[in-house]
Structures are given as C-alpha cells and as structure tokens.
C-alpha cells in the first residue's frame, strides 16, 4: 500500500478477530504460509460500479492484508467481454482509493488468457476435459438436478487427439459462437452439480476492451479464477458465500493445472441491506430503464452513488466493520448505515442554517437597515473548526413548520402570542399574521424582538421552549435541495407478487426537489462534495453539479437516529 493510504487506514481498524483471520493464523502457525507473506486480492468484474457490498469485500481483502502486512492486488476479471468496458475499469479504481486504499499490483485476467489457454491443452493431454457439441438446453437436461446424477455427454469419450484439434481450431475461430464448449472431465454424478463437467471455455466472438478481436474463445470465471490466483501468488482468496460450492472446482483446477502455488479459497457472508438491490445487473437495468438519473445518483447503493449523496470513507468502512465479518448471510439494518455517517458527519461537518420551506418574518420593532453579523461556532463539537460571521436583519425567513396559527398543546415553536428564541440572536413574539384575502393563506408574519436577549438569553431569567433556525431575507441565497429516501418500498426488493419482479416495487416518493430554498451567505462558497449539517433538518452535501450561480444540496441523512435508540435498548 502506498504512504499516503498507510497515513489514511492504521492497522488498528483490523486488530479484531474474525473466523477468517483465524484460519490465517491457522495457516501461520502449521507453517503453510510464511510470515508477512500474506497476500490476498480484489477482483471485480468491469461489467458496472462498485456498491456497497463490494465495499465490504475491498475492506476484508485489503483489511486483511493491512493487518498482515502482506499484498492486496486489484484484479479485473475481465473474462466476459460482451458485458464489460472501460468506464467500469476506471470507476472501480476511483471507488478504490476513494475508501482509503492502494493496491500493491493492478492486473487483469486478459493478462493470463494465454496462460489459461495453454493449461487447457494440459488438462486434455491428461484426459481430464473435452470438446462438447452438446447446445445448452441439451447440457442442461445432461446435467441432472439436486436429487438425480447428471448422464455423460455423448462427445465426453473423444480421443485427446480430437479433442486437441477441436480446441485448437475453437480457437482459430472455425466454429460458430455457442456450438461447441470445452469441458472439464471430472464426475457427472457428484452430488455437487458445479462438479458436473462444467464448463471451462466457450466461443464467444466479443470484442475485448484490452485484447481487442485477438481471442473469440474465452475463460469461464471457475476456471480463470484459481489460475490467475496461482499465477499472482495469493495465498488466500477471499469470496463471498456464494462460492462456497465452487470450492470444489476451485480446488480441482489448482491441483489439475500444474502450477506451483496452492491459495487457498475462504468464503464470508455478503452483505443484504435492507431496501436496497445488490444485484449489478439489476442495477444495470435501472439505469438502462431511467428508474435513476445514472450509476451515481444518491438513491443507488453504489459507492459513487453514496459519495454524491454525502457519505465519506470513513463512514462506510466503519460500517463494514461494524456489520463484522460472518458465515452466514443475513440481512443488515440500513439505520445502521445512516448511524455511521451521522456519527461521522457530527464531529467533522460544519453547521449552517438553511431555510427549506421559507416563510417571511418582519420584526417591526428592528431598525430599518440595520444589520448585526453574529460571530457563530461552525461545529460545537470540534472547537478548532472556527467560527463564521452570520448576518441578522429586519426581515428573516423561518421554516413554515416552525409556525402554526392555531397550535396543539406542547408545540413549542411559533404561533400568535408566543416567544421563541432565534438561535444565536434574539427573542421574538408573533404579533400579527398577514395572509392572502382571497385565498386564507399565510404571506408573513409580523412580530417584535427583545434587545436585551441579545444572544440568545434575556437578562430578566424567563425561558422559552422554542429554538428556531433562520436566514436574513436580504443575505439569503437561493438554493435546490434534494430529500432522498429508500428506492424501494420492501426491506427485500425482490419479495414481490406473482408475475411482478423487483422494479414494482420502487418507490415512488424515493425523490423529493426543493427548489426555493434559502441558506445562509456562507454557503455560497460551497464546493462540490462540501458536507454541512442543516441545523435541525438533518446532513447535507454540495451536489457535483452545484456552482455558484445554483447550489443544489443533497440530504445525505436525517438527524434522526433510530440505530443509536436500538443499540442502547439492545
């Protein structure tokens, strides 16, 4: 790893144990791995963004390899070109560095094809794969079910000689995509059905996004995998659950290929978050379909997508802590994301005052054109943030729900009569309430001040129950600002109705546009990605589109949170 991610990412973050550090210890211990030999890899497919389920798995690869003091390699398993292409390539590097790591190599299954290609031609020589002409609904009824054996395929007995013509014409491209497939030999009746002369090569002319047109057959992702292992020295490859049951395979190509190296495969639980669709390709689809203004829209569960609504590094890789690592899937709370961001934000990000729902207040009693600058802490919780100058006029704007006209018992907020206090400023009554003749509604309210509560406190002791955000109406700034909540209505997208799939369940309220907001005159500095607290509404991030002449924010979280209530209880 790089200085720069070592200075970002202490090994302290991976100090705690978990089953797969154990079994490394294991290893250690026996003598099976040699110390500070470590070295483990992440391996995405270039075929969409990263989300944050590939979050977790870059935490443990690269986490354990902090630990270690071993390796991590950035791997791209670029094995199925027909899906795959080069903004994902250079996505999937952004989103990694983003979250505070480095990669010791970067390497890419296209560099092994060759490689690849020649254990293949071993594996025949050996007798142990052949060259199927079987089409794929005929390979499928072959192939038995859980609770049947599978039969052998008709071409299974060819000679090794046949079989390395075939595969090597496969090659040279004189058959057609998908009329023949090269097979590993191994048993069409074990009771693992990925042990059923899967296949390991098929024909598939696709333009490659580094190999070009050079190669029209190509890897299967169980046979590629364990080889380009070997080739990088991993000594252990880190997968989700999933492929606990290729782990048969996984082993059988490593010991069958005649390469040196031995990894070893450990699988971990994924990660399911609530209300949130995990799958690339569904993910894909929505794009595709304008369910989403693109992989980075805040909404999405992509890395990109959690950058741009506001979440930071650290907020994510706690919470890949946090969630631990287990062998046995499960779904995880999203309160417990929206917990780490909110922890993170509180100490690091300043606080503003913003005005969502504006509504105008004239303090009759203020004198014309004056106007105060109050010197105000920019994080209570991190004194050396500073402060700011916030400037206070005759006219204010106040959040319309901070008003009622005839108000319920405890609402301590502003109604006719009453007094609240203006945080950092003064006192103020409602005296008068103006409204639209024809239609009843609110324009303005019209109320006075106390000069001797200047700052917040009066001199004569009485108390108020009520602390109102505001901006001064003369230097507000116009602002948009996006509400953002689940894009789905489940906790698991994919329980729908028959015939339904998962898209009838998005939410149609997932989006929510303010378009005449006010903030305060410091906002108006904002870059994109800059990160505030809305004082009493909640965290908030400067979009990527947002300038000067238009800020647009988006509601990274509520203040609200739920998780911390649950984990006192708990």
């Avoid at 917990?339 to 993170?344: K, L, Q, S």
């Amino acid at each position: 790893m790089s200085e720069e991610t070592k200075n970002d990412i202490s090994n302290e973050e991976y100090v705690s144990s978990n089953f797969i550090y154990d079994l490394i210890d294991e290893d250690l211990a026996a003598g099976r791995v040699p110390n500070n030999e470590i070295h483990t890899r992440f391996p995405p497919e270039p075929n969409g963004y990263l989300h944050i389920g590939h979050a977790k798995a870059i935490c443990i690869d690269f986490g354990t390899a902090l630990k270690y003091g071993g390796k991590c390699n950035l791997r791209f398993d670029d094995t199925n070109p027909s899906k795959e292409d080069v903004e994902y390539v250079e996505s999937i590097q952004e989103d990694v560095k983003w979250l505070g790591f480095n990669w010791d190599n970067l390497f890419y299954a296209s560099d092994y094809f060759e490689t690849m290609y020649e254990c293949a031609v071993k594996l025949i020589k050996k007798g142990l794969a052949f060259v199927c002409d079987l089409t794929a609904e005929e390979m499928r009824e072959y192939r038995g079910t859980l609770t049947s054996p599978g039969k052998n395929s008709p071409y299974r007995d060819r000679s090794i000689e046949e079989n390395l013509d075939l595969f090597e014409r496969m090659r040279k491209g004189e058959f057609a995509d998908g009329s023949k497939v090269l097979r590993a030999k191994i048993d069409m009746s074990s009771p693992n059905i990925n042990m059923r002369d899967p296949v390991i090569y098929r024909i598939a002319r696709a333009h490659h996004h580094r190999t070009g047109d050079k190669w029209c057959i190509y890897p299967m992702y169980d046979y590629a995998h364990p080889i380009e292992d070997i080739i990088e020295g991993i000594t252990h490859s880190l997968c989700s659950l999933e492929f606990e049951d290729h782990r048969p395979l996984y082993d059988w190509v490593k010991e069958n290929v005649d390469l040196p190296a031995k990894p070893r495969q450990i699988e971990f639980a994924r990660l399911n978050l609530a209300y949130t669709q995990m799958s690339k390709r569904k993910l894909l689809q929505l794009v595709n379909e304008n369910y989403v203004s693109g992989w980075d829209d805040p909404r999405m569960p992509t890395i990109s997508g959690l950058r741009r609504r506001g979440y930071t590094p650290a907020s994510i890789r706690t919470f890949c802590e946090k969630i631990g690592v287990a062998k046995n899937n499960s779904m995880v709370d999203y309160a417990l994301l929206e917990h780490c961001i909110r922890e993170d934000l509180n100490a690091n990000a300043p606080r503003v005052m913003a005005v969502l729902n504006p509504l105008k207040v004239v303090i009759e009693n203020y004198p014309e054109g004056q106007v105060e600058w109050f010197d105000v802490e920019n994080n209570p919780e991190c004194p050396e943030m500073g402060t700011r100058k916030v400037p206070f006029s005759r006219e204010i704007y106040i959040e319309q729900e901070d008003f009622m006209e005839n108000p319920p018992k405890k609402f301590f907020r502003l109604a006719p009569g009453t007094e609240v206090r203006l945080k950092n400023t003064y006192f103020i009554k409602c005296e008068r309430v103006i409204k639209d003749e024809a239609t009843g509604k609110i324009l303005e309210l019209r109320c006075s001040y106390d000069p001797a509560s200047k700052g917040g406190n009066s001199p004569d002791g009485r108390k108020v129950k009520g602390t109102l955000h505001w901006v001064s109406v003369e230097h507000a700034v116009k602002a948009e600002v996006r509400l953002y909540d689940h894009l789905f209505t489940k906790i698991d997208p994919e329980d729908v109705e028959e015939g339904h799939d998962f898209r009838s369940n998005i939410n149609p309220n997932s989006l929510e546009i303010l378009e005449n907001c006010m903030v305060e005159p410091s906002l108006i500095n904002s870059k994109p990605g800059d990160r505030f607290q809305f004082l009493r509404m909640g965290y908030f991030c400067a979009d990527i589109t947002s300038s000067e002449n238009k800020l647009i924010f988006n509601r990274t979280v509520g203040l609200k949170d739920t998780w911390a209530k649950v984990a006192v209880k708990g």
